[in-house]
């Protein structure tokens, strides 16, 4: 039996603690919701809970078109606009952006650059672009640390198209170049082979 009280106090705090446990039909609008939904809340004379969105739609009930709730908690769908920007950093990752631009990876991802760059904005605080050079920049910095290639290779394998930009990137980040890294490296590596 589900506590009608509990549940509707759930609801108007929108608890997502309850998100996929309980949803919420509406009798008035012959809608079910999440309890997360951010519509208006109903009044508890128009509320009745179920366990599950299947029992919301056995007994006559279609899901909202805002909380998606016949999708199930952390899915792809419910997730909604994340989704493409969790797409976009796996490309970015894999250096989507080091051999194109902006425009490629929304083609990809199937959506328009400027809504790209607003759902980045959205979610992250940052452009693509801005996320590209950190990745490109923590790539560089795992390579100076770990293997000893000359900077123009570090700068190709990183995803920078020059040497000259890698070192530009460090120095704004770091207030150092990338060589200094290199030099914080090797004498580490130096002290530990004289303590073996």
């Known amino acids: 039996m589900l506590d ?71 899915c792809p769908a419910w997730k909604g606009s994340r989704t493409t920007v969790e797409r976009a950093l796996a490309l970015i990752e894999k250096g989507e952006l080091d051999r194109g631009g902006v425009e490629r990876l929304a083609e990809r991802l199937g959506v328009g650059a400027r809504h790209l760059a607003r759902l980045f904005a959205q979610h992250l605080d940052a452009s693509p672009l801005q996320v590209a050079l950190s990745i490109r920049v923590q790539r560089a910095k795992r390579l100076l640390d770990s293997i000893d290639l000359p900077m123009a290779a570090v700068a190709e394998r990183s995803g920078f198209s020059s040497t000259r930009r890698m070192s530009t990137a460090f120095t704004r980040l770091y207030g150092c170049p990338p060589s200094a890294f290199r030099r914080k490296a090797e004498a580490s590596r130096l002290q530990h082979r004289r303590v073996r």
Do not use: K, M, W
């Open 4 to 74: 009608f009280d509990a549940h509707y106090d759930a609801l108007r705090r929108r608890d997502a603690t309850l998100d996929g446990v309980i949803f919420v039909a509406v009798r008035t609008t012959g809608v079910y919701c999440r309890p997360v939904c951010p519509a208006r809340t109903p009044l508890a004379r128009n509320v009745t809970f179920y366990r599950s969105a299947a029992a919301a739609e056995h007994a006559g009930f279609r899901p909202c078109l805002r909380c998606r709730p016949e999708t199930a908690p952390f």
